[in-house]
């Protein structure tokens, strides 16, 4: 069977499917600075990645300009949840802190959805060096920073803090829950 496979399959896929191998195993790591050390750069800080995140948060921003805006059921229940207290509130400004929010897509996303009478005061938390490239896209209602406790600091009243897939990937995650849950966030 094994002389069938390499007969028919190019051998760039095994070369590529050892390195995936090597370099992404099943390990388990005694701590965060373990597994950092493996990706050999600061996580989520390479500015490739990020590039591409902006680059596909532009393309997202055009495409919502000119069609209609997309709900996909695997970010209905994400957009539900912060739709849902935008009503409840009955506000005209709606303070957001975005934790991990990347290039903006989720205020963009929603910017469209609500009506233009309600006003943002959108700030995404992210990397340093996310910031540094995201900035361009910051607006009136939309801005950037790198520190959750500062922001958390600068806004009075928190009608909505929304993190998705983040606590998981941040260095001490139990720290930065429990500035969540002591946020006085609605």
Request: charged share 25%; hydrophobic share 35%.
């Amino acid at each position: 069977m094994k002389k069938l496979i390499k007969k028919y399959v190019h051998p760039n896929i095994f070369r590529v499917f050892n390195f995936s191998k090597r370099r992404f195993s099943n390990k388990i790591y005694s701590s965060y600075e373990e597994a950092s050390k493996t990706c050999g750069n600061i996580p989520y800080q390479e500015e490739e990645l990020i590039k591409v995140i902006l680059s596909k948060t532009k393309n997202f921003i055009k495409k919502i300009e000119n069609d209609s805006v997309p709900v996909w059921p695997t970010s209905a229940y994400s957009k539900i949840s912060v739709i849902n207290p935008i009503i409840e509130s009955n506000k005209e400004r709606i303070n957001v802190v975005d934790f991990g929010g990347a290039c903006g897509a989720h205020y963009f996303h929603l910017r469209k959805l609500i009506s233009k009478k309600i006003k943002f005061n959108w700030v995404v938390v992210e990397t340093p060096k996310m910031v540094q490239y995201a900035n361009e896209l910051s607006n009136e209602e939309l801005s950037f920073s790198d520190s959750l406790e500062e922001t958390i600091k600068k806004i009075p009243e928190i009608d909505l803090l929304h993190t998705s897939g983040t606590l998981q990937c941040v260095d001490n995650p139990h720290k930065y829950l429990e500035i969540i849950l002591t946020s006085g966030s609605k």
